[in-house]
């Protein structure tokens, strides 16, 4: 879905020290950048940013960009805070041409009282959130942030992420948010780009490259996940003659015997260990000996030894599954 009018494309990009190369990318509406240490996220944001040596073109709306400063139409939040000491939070703030929206985005961020404040007297999270407010006030149809939540408080970044995101939309303005938190971003974006040794990897809709990972790496990437293989799926009823494929945590399901109900089983409880709002709970396959590991949301009464039935709500099948 096109957030309005703007779009971000990028054909042919190319840096070197530190390496990154795009061959072609379009963003027409919120994208995370997923990627380990040292992939290229944040050089891929200062060429956006125009403070980054490429060869290559990057266009807005087809118009390429050349200029530097606000008529690049671009603004970033970086990791550190930059802002000048002697001025202000909101002198700091008024620098970008901001306009009228100040108020609104200190609101929230919850940093209303900051604005009269000098820099010295934040604290890091503090200055974090101002660092934020600057870029999201520049006239700039394009932000950048780059690990913006650093810092910040959890309960502030849960709160405020979505809020954020829904504003630039609302302005027709599209965020690219470069974030080592993985699982603090899966609910807010429906795009992800994935860098890896300064090449893109994959980019398309964020569950779907969760539920189909393009390879081995990228499956691990996102998150655990177990294969099954012939011998391991005569185990689960009904999935005997089936593929191959791979399977995550929360995509199994269990039950265990009542005391008065007996069911059939498939499988036996090697451990359970409570993981915060999650248990994860360790068995082994019956006729495979195949280990697994099942992730539910509720108070678990089962334990160590019981025997119990595993089946799979879900299972995906790329391509390279066949192979491994």
């Known amino acids: 879905m096109l957030f ?21 990318l379009t963003l027409d509406e919120h994208t995370v950048v997923l990627g380990p240490s040292g992939a290229g996220k944040s050089t891929l944001l200062r060429c956006i940013a125009g403070i980054q040596k490429y060869s290559g073109q990057i266009f807005l709306n087809g118009k390429e960009l050349t200029s ?13 805070s930059r802002l000048l000491p002697a001025f202000t939070v ?13 108020e609104k985005y200190a609101k929230i961020l919850n940093a209303e009282n900051l604005l009269d404040k000098k820099p010295h007297q934040l604290s890091g999270g503090e200055a974090q959130r101002v660092n934020i407010i600057r870029a999201l006030c520049a006239p700039s149809k394009i ?55 300064g090449e893109k990897v994959d980019y398309g809709n964020f569950q779907y ?11 691990n990437f996102f998150g655990p996940y177990m294969l099954l293989k012939k011998k391991d799926l005569v185990d689960f009823e009904h999935h005997s003659n089936e593929d191959p494929c791979m399977v995550r945590p929360e995509w199994l399901k269990i039950k265990v015997s009542p005391y008065k109900k007996p069911i059939k089983t498939n499988a036996v409880v ?17 006729s495979s000996k195949k280990p697994l590991t099942v ?13 119990c039935y595993v089946n799979f709500k879900k299972c995906s099948r790329p391509s390279w599954v066949f192979n491994s």
């Open 143 to 197: 932000v950048l942030f780059d690990e913006p939540m650093q810092g910040i408080d959890p309960i502030i970044v849960r709160k405020t992420v979505q809020k954020i995101l829904h504003e630039l939309k609302k302005q027709n303005r599209i965020a690219v948010f470069v974030t080592h938190e993985l699982y603090q971003t899966y609910a807010f974006f429906n795009k992800a780009l994935i860098i890896k040794n």
């Open 295 to 307: 992730e539910v949301n509720t108070d678990s009464i089962i334990k160590k030894g019981d025997k």
């Open 90 to 102: 909101r002198k700091n703030i008024d620098l970008t041409n901001s306009g009228s929206d100040i």
């Open 209 to 219: 490259l969760y539920d189909n990972p393009s390879s081995p790496w990228m499956a």
């Open 4 to 24: 309005g009018y703007y779009m971000l494309q990028i054909k042919n990009l190319q840096t070197n020290n530190p390496n990154l190369l795009i061959d072609e």
């Open 270 to 286: 090697n451990g359970v260990k409570w993981n915060g709002p999650t248990y994860k709970i360790s068995l082994t396959l019956n």
């Open 68 to 80: 530097i400063g606000p008529q690049r139409n671009v603004s970033i939040a970086w990791q550190d």
